[in-house]
Every structure is written in structure tokens, then in C-alpha cells.
Antibody, heavy 123, light 111 residues
Framework: EVQLVESGGGLVQPGGSLKLSCAAS????????MHWVRQASGKGLEWVGR??????????LYAASVKGRFTISRDESKNTAYLQMSSLKTEDTAVYYC??????????????WGQGTLVTVSS | QSVLTQPPSASGTPGQRVTISCSGS????????VYWYQRLPGTAPKLLIY???QRPSGVPDRFSGSQSGTSASLAISGLRSDDEADYYC????????????FGGGTKLTVL
């Protein structure tokens, strides 16, 4: 069974940092691209960024709204993807979803989604 | 304000055919594939359509996608009560709005 389990969410003050983890199982993690998408309460989906597979040099790409503040990484030995968030703003408050593109298609084939983890940025 | 424009709501009766539109521009829908996702209440979204009109394994052929110019559409035929969900379109965007843009989502109600 495919599973993506996010963790690390919580309450953080503006300007603070937080690192989300996404533990993958049930599929070939090493061959997949991993994306992060967020959804603020009452709002639509917003793409945050992605990291491709080793075959594609672990290339990363970010939304303009988080570029320079967020970093996506992955550890193949742990089948885990990470989202390091720094200089957090109140507008970063959202549920963050980890997503896999199973074949690293280069597109937006969001094949599997995690259940999401809530990040609240507030003083 | 989403870069891709979707109607906030749509509705239909069981058995009907419903269409949800997604309007963009040359830098996004006009030059990239469109993807559609379904979010059932209380669940994470699910990929419904990729590359404009392709269905992943397991998605019924009642769901179909199309793209023309700077617009795309998701059609659902033989509407069922369990199709009631939020539907989102997304694509790459070659402009400063990118790299990836979503529609604001359409809530489909089955009457």
C-alpha cells in the first residue's frame, strides 16, 4: 500500500523556521519526483515546489512566493522528502501536502498524496 | 486571485453531464498540458486527468478532459452522487506567475 506520511507541522512565530518530513512507503521512492502543495483555510491549492529523482539530478524548483525561504531535499536511504521552511510569514499558514509523481514525469502527475500537516505561523 | 479561472460552483442531477471550465492564457494553458484533480470531502486530492485528456488507471471513462487554445474543460458524464467534490485544474506557466498555477477550484454539487 502506498503511503506518504507528513510530519513536523505546528505553531511557529513569524520569522521562524520549521522542517516538514514526508515518509514514503509502498512505491519506488528513488524514481519519483516529490512535490509540496499547500492549502490555506478557505483557499485553493498552491504549489510550493518539487524535487526530481536522482536520474534527473535531484533538480529543484520553487514557487516565487517561497523561493529563497524554502528548501526541498530528499534522503533516498530513508525514503523521505523534506521541506525546510525559514523566514516564515503569516501567509505561509496552511495545510502542507507531500505528493509523489511516481515516474518523475516532469509534469504534474500527482499520483499519491499525503494526508497533510498543518503549519500555523502566528505570534 | 488564481491565475487559472474556474467557476466557483457547478451542479447537476444524477445521470446528467456536467462541464467545468478552466480559463488561462498563452503562457499557461496555451502552451502546457492541463491536469485535473478531484478532492472528495475530507480526503486528499486525487489525480483525475493528466496531459489534457489522459486518465490514470482506475479513473472511470465518465471523466474526460479537453483543451483548446487557452481554455480547458473537465466533463463528467453519468453524474453520480459520489462525484460531489471540489475539482481543480493546474498547469505549468512560463510567465512570472509560474512555474505552476492552479485554478481556484470548483465545488460540484449533485442535486
Amino acid at each position: 500500500e502506498v503511503q506518504l506520511v507528513e510530519s513536523g507541522g505546528g505553531l511557529v512565530q513569524p520569522g521562524g523556521s520549521l522542517k516538514l518530513s514526508c515518509a514514503a512507503s509502498g512505491f519506488t521512492f528513488s524514481g519519483s519526483a516529490m512535490h509540496w502543495v499547500r492549502q490555506a483555510s478557505g483557499k485553493g491549492l498552491e504549489w510550493v515546489g518539487r524535487i526530481r529523482s536522482k536520474a534527473n539530478n535531484h533538480a529543484t524548483l520553487y514557487a516565487a512566493s517561497v523561493k529563497g525561504r524554502f528548501t526541498i531535499s530528499r534522503d533516498e536511504s530513508k525514503n523521505t522528502a523534506y521541506l525546510q521552511m525559514s523566514s516564515l510569514k503569516t501567509e505561509d499558514t496552511a495545510v502542507y501536502y507531500c505528493i509523489s509523481d511516481y515516474y518523475d514525469s516532469g509534469g504534474l502527475n500527482f499520483d499519491y498524496w499525503g494526508q497533510g500537516t498543518l503549519v500555523t505561523v502566528s505570534s | 486571485q488564481s491565475v487559472l479561472t474556474q467557476p466557483p460552483s457547478a451542479s447537476g442531477t444524477p445521470g446528467q453531464r456536467v462541464t467545468i471550465s478552466c480559463s488561462g492564457s498563452r503562457s499557461n494553458i496555451g502552451s502546457n498540458y492541463v491536469y485535473w484533480y478531484q478532492r472528495l470531502p475530507g480526503t486528499a486530492p486525487k489525480l483525475l486527468i493528466y496531459n489534457n485528456n489522459q486518465r490514470p488507471s482506475g479513473v472511470p471513462d465518465r471523466f474526460s478532459g479537453s483543451q483548446s487554445g487557452t481554455s480547458a474543460s473537465l466533463a463528467i458524464s453519468g453524474l453520480r452522487s459520489d462525484d460531489e467534490a471540489d475539482y481543480y485544474c493546474a498547469t505549468w506557466d512560463d510567465s512570472l506567475s509560474g512555474p505552476v498555477v492552479f485554478g481556484g477550484g470548483t465545488k460540484l454539487t449533485v442535486l
